[in-house]
Nanobody, 124 residues
Framework: QVQLVESGGGLVQAGGSLRISCAAS????????IGWFRQAPGKEREFVAG????????VYTDSVKGRFTISRDNAKNTVDLQMNSLKPEDADVYYC?????????????????WGQGTQVTVSS
């Protein structure tokens, strides 16, 4: 069982930056690919970024490329998502998820564990 806890969400002005984190309670954190998803009310959960078990490979959805950076520290069991140049359309609840896979799944149903989410609000 893996428990994931997100933190760092909040209110930021458009153009600003925010760093959100995901902390995992497992001794085998390095066995999991980690993904960040976001979801707006009434919409499906959207893949935002993912990072491989070792941290050596990352992937991003097109709308955040060049603005968001995902990173992980396997010694601390944490994954961060640095979000720069935020836009109002980035405002959502952000979730981290863990997948027991070598690759980085893009589909929600390929992830085994989920956090409860952290709210990101971007004012225009």
């Amino acid at each position: 069982q893996v428990q994931l806890v997100e933190s760092g969400g909040g209110l930021v002005q458009a153009g600003g930056s925010l760093r959100i984190s995901c902390a995992a309670s497992t001794g085998t954190f390095s066995n999991y690919a980690i993904g960040w998803f976001r979801q707006a009310p009434g919409k499906e959960r959207e893949f935002v970024a993912g990072i491989m078990r070792t941290g050596s490979f990352t992937v991003y959805t097109d709308s955040v490329k060049g603005r968001f950076t995902i990173s992980r520290d396997n010694a601390k069991n944490t994954v961060d998502l640095q979000m720069n140049s935020l836009k109002p359309e980035d405002a959502d609840v952000y979730y981290c998820a863990a997948a027991y896979q070598w690759g980085i799944p893009g589909a929600e149903n390929e992830y085994d564990y989920w956090g409860q989410g952290t709210q990101v609000t971007v004012s225009s």
